[in-house]
């Protein structure tokens, strides 16, 4: 009898010891759970951008040319995704639109695409990059984002 007993004791004990280790684990992950909190603003971010992004894809094909771009102007609305597909008619051009970080070289006849998402709103300059000519530094456009 004694023997039984010792071997429900010792039953019971291994029991809880197993019950011990499976609340382990959890409580790591309790003890884990300021890591992803920290990695949850970055998260909410992506959110954020996704809620601001308005789905739409604006392409425009544009030319560059002694000394203009044609067309000069884009308009978007903030949100948008843009796609640049811009080609220079003539001789080595640039384009340039430093607030968006966007400088691209256009080797003549070669089609060169620019995709970035419209996130800042206002006017901004768009510019040859690459020296074209007696009229370069007037070689300029505009991109409005409203
Ligand atoms: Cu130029």
Redesign the pocket.
Known sequence: MKKILLLLVLGLFLISACARQQTNPEDLIGQGTPVPESKMPAGDKQVEEKIVSTGEVKEFKITARQFQFEPATIEVNKGDRVRLIITSADVP??FAISEYGINERLEPNKPVTIEFTADKQGSFTSY?S???GSG?SN?KGKLIIR
């Open positions: 051009h640039g040859c690459v020296f074209c370069h070689m």
